[in-house]
């Protein structure tokens, strides 16, 4: 269909094939305003793929793409091993399909009340971490058993306890949540100012023995907070960094030591590498920079050891295994990875939306995939070798910037012996995409 030509004061219907006059209404009430007929136009694309979906219409991204095809060309030499890989994770991703999760709770006051803002997997993948909205304001905290997953029937068991806060958590913290030897998790939260960081127990959610639950192993005020991260490097153990505005702060919770770092803008993004004591961050102005946590001489800018550049606000990092690549994304829409040998972009991710919101990378090398989720409440996932955008999937709610859905990918939710896939958590509701 040939573009049609904007007019002032007029917008342009495609169904009826004509223009209409934008005018003010009654009480400065006005029906018809750009951002309510772009919203109708996001929508009706949002239901006609949820359409196709169920009738299962959607085609492959590649014409022909099926099991057959791809094992009988392996067989006669025409796919290396490393292609034939990366196209039957395309496969797999095209044929996900939804389902959705039954929410079971020892209260049943708990389940499908509040609105899920973020849920983060532990390190085996065995229980989620999530953060819902309350109805008085503020957030609670819970945690999800995800082992019911591998039955037929789609069921887990979500606890939380009485830990609220009327602060806003922020919502896109993805090394929020970390399990580790010592079963504590590290939370940050914001409120207008100041804000506060805490290290809760991962027994607080037991449910056993509720009565002799622990209280939080670490709590402090800070100035207004961004990110935070948990270092697993034995070099730096028990520490956690906070990024803070215009500069990061290191603590060890066991000894109450700090270390500040003060920067130019403002950190909203961590990760710490694995094999080094080495803090990487992203910021406001747009930089990326490296911070080795052993050093004590903090003058001036000579700490920072790596530094690389997006043009926009850098609102997620994530270290591939290896620790020679970085992933990020930014403001812009722009999701770029790194050689942090070379210190140079050697692969870009098109087609993530985002123009101001925080919002998280999910990366599994084990099936090669890249998983987003944009402003426009559209999942996308990619292919990490080729960069190919693989799959785009609509949220099962309108779209609304509180109604951004969190997700987690692991190729065995549940446990060594879960199933693969993806879970979506949006308004009050939990889905699984079965990826097998």
């Not at 099926?66 to 095209?94: A, D, F, I, P």
């Not at 079971?104 to 085996?124: E, L, R």
């Not at 065995?126 to 997953?149: A, M, P, Q």
């Not at 090669?368 to 999937?393: E, F, H, K, M, N």
Request: hydrophobic share 35%; aromatic share 8%.
């Amino acid at each position: 269909m040939p573009s049609v030509p904007q007019l002032p004061g007029f917008y342009y219907d495609p169904e009826k094939n004509r223009y209409f006059r934008l005018l003010s209404g009654h009480n400065n009430y006005n029906p018809l305003t750009k951002e309510s007929i772009q919203y109708k136009a996001m929508e009706s694309k949002r239901l006609r793929l949820l359409e196709e979906e169920e009738q299962q219409k959607r085609k492959t991204t590649r014409a022909g793409l099926n099991s057959s095809m791809l094992l009988q060309k392996r067989q006669l030499g025409l796919l290396s091993s490393t292609s034939y890989c990366r196209l039957v994770h395309e496969l797999k991703v095209n044929c996900m399909q939804r389902r959705k999760i039954e929410i079971h709770s020892p209260d049943s006051s708990v389940a499908g009340t509040n609105n899920f803002k973020i849920i983060v997997a532990d390190v085996a993948c065995e229980r989620i971490f999530t953060v819902n909205d309350v109805e008085h304001g503020g957030c609670k905290y819970g945690i999800i058993n995800l082992s019911g997953l591998g039955k037929e029937s789609l069921t887990v068991e979500m606890y939380d306890n009485l830990y609220f806060t009327n602060r806003k958590v922020l919502c896109s913290v993805p090394s929020l949540f970390s399990l580790t030897h010592s079963s504590t998790l590290c939370l940050m939260g914001i409120a207008e100012t100041p804000g506060c960081a805490s290290l809760l127990p991962a027994s607080l959610f037991s449910s056993t023995n509720p009565g002799d639950r622990p209280g939080m192993l670490c709590s402090f005020k800070i100035s207004t907070a961004w990110s935070c991260a948990w270092c697993l490097n034995p070099q730096a153990d028990n520490c956690f960094s906070t990024g803070l505005t215009r500069r990061v702060l290191v603590t060890n919770v066991v000894t109450g030591h700090r270390q500040t770092f003060g920067t130019s803008s403002d950190v909203l993004a961590q990760q710490f590498a694995t094999q080094t004591p080495t803090l990487y961050n992203g910021c406001r102005s747009g930089e990326i920079f490296s911070i080795d946590v052993r050093q004590r001489n903090r003058k001036g800018q000579n700490w920072k050891a790596i530094r690389l550049f997006h043009d926009s606000a850098v609102t997620s990092i994530r270290l591939l295994e290896a620790e020679h690549y970085l992933m990020a994304s930014d403001m812009a829409g722009k999701i770029k990875l790194w050689d942090l040998r070379t210190a140079k972009c050697v692969k870009q991710y098109e087609g993530h939306h985002n123009e101001y919101a925080i919002l998280p990378l999910h990366v599994n090398e084990e099936e090669g995939l890249l998983t987003a989720v944009g402003q426009d409440c559209y999942t996308r996932i990619w292919s990490l070798q080729d960069a190919s955008l693989l799959r785009t999937i609509p949220s099962p709610h309108p779209s609304s910037k509180d109604a951004i859905p969190s997700v987690v990918f692991s190729s065995r939710l549940g446990g060594r012996r879960g199933v693969p896939g993806l879970l979506m958590a949006v308004k009050q509701d939990l889905y699984h995409f079965s990826y097998n």
